[in-house]
């Protein structure tokens, strides 16, 4: 102990070299942690898009095709599923519910999704949480719409205001179902997944705007109007797909061989959280060459201190002479300088949990607001516990070399003047 408070005594008197030391410390470690953190909370955030759906049907692709455009509104389906297809899907003695879900249109960026009230009362996400209004009601009339929250906050939108809806899922559009503008019912309450970004609407709306389209383009010679639009049979003819809750778990897989091999059409069933692990997997690779960089990122850090460490001696052999003049022994000089070593890390290491919490502190709304990424300021997980006492050990194995160097330096070669 009188040795760390000697180790605390000389860098204090070396407090510009030092500070910095453990800045370029600091920063490495913050960067280590946030890596690591980002990597874990988007998993768990990823994860807790969807839960409580057993099944997700869709037209035969691939599983990771079907769950990104599914749950994630991203990419689009290779093909849609056929109405009555669903409808006999759906009457299926195991499947307790159902809930269709189509996609292809846009507004200003946002997807638009046609579908059910099934969607409100069966939806859930985190850990079996349903999707709530937190203004207005749910879509009622043909016209009606109920926003995400992020779609509102960002648009500015409220109760009551009109939504022109766009062919396609561009970011820009010139093709505009402007004969048909929606109404604002509703406004989800923040989710943090995909709902917050995405307008719903009615199923059959889908069909009504598309009414008088063909090929993506209106129908020359061929109109109708909002009010005419609502005569006539707008049963859907696609789905982009479906997702399924069952009323036994024991069912699931016999179901699914079903519905894969269904003769109607060629269909695919996939077990979203299955299927995550699969898509986690893919980005394993990744993940890992994010965590090397930020490994050597810390290694960097240690290395500056090492250098600053090996530097300083050359600098320090007269102090180390008048220690060991004064009774200090090899062993106590070793232990000097690897105390400076062990403070220099750990006052990084803190210094960079700080950091990190500031910066995430700030920027944590920002994430949830653009990407609908919960990332958790506080506190520290295991693994990130783990990560640090492993920078510690770095920090003391940097530190071993100028230790060893200091351990060796005699009482003469310290008072000894070199020309």
Known sequence: MAM??????????????????????????ALLLGVERLRTQTRASFANTLSGTDLIVGARSGPINLLLYSVFRIGDPTNNVHWRS??????????????PLSLGDSHRGFRVLGTTTAYFEHYRYGHGQPVRLAQGQRFDDLFDTVLGAEVAERLGYGLGQSVVIAHGAGEVSFALHEDKPFRVVGILARTGTPIDQTVHVR???????????????????????????????LTPKTITAFLVGLKSKTAIFR????????????LLAILPGLTLQQLWDLLGLAE???????????????TVMLAVLLTGLNERRREMAILRAVGAQPRQIFGLVLGESLTLTALGA?????????????????LETRLGLRIAAWPPSGHEGRL??????????????????????SLADGLTVRL
Do not use: M
Request: with cysteine; net charge neutral.
């Open 4 to 29: 760390l408070g000697l180790a605390a005594k000389s860098l204090w008197n070396r407090r510009l070299t030092s500070t910095l030391v453990v800045f370029a410390i600091a920063l490495s470690v």
């Open 86 to 99: 669903y409808q006999t899907l759906a009457a299926h003695p195991q499947i307790a519910w159902s809930v």
């Open 203 to 233: 199923l059959e709306a889908i069909e009504a705007i598309h009414a008088d389209w063909r090929g993506g383009a209106p129908t020359p010679g061929q109109r109708f109007s909002a009010t005419e639009v609502r005569d006539l049979d």
């Open 255 to 266: 179901l699914q061989r079903d519905i894969n091999e269904f003769a109607g059409e060629p």
């Open 288 to 302: 890992n060459a994010l965590l090397l960089v930020s490994g050597a990122v810390v290694l960097v850090g240690l």
């Open 350 to 366: 803190v210094a960079g949990v700080l950091l990190l919490q500031a910066v995430l502190a700030l920027a944590g709304p920002l």
């Open 388 to 409: 640090l006492l492993a920078v510690l050990g770095c920090g003391v194995a940097a530190g071993l070399l100028p230790a060893l160097r200091a351990y060796r330096y």
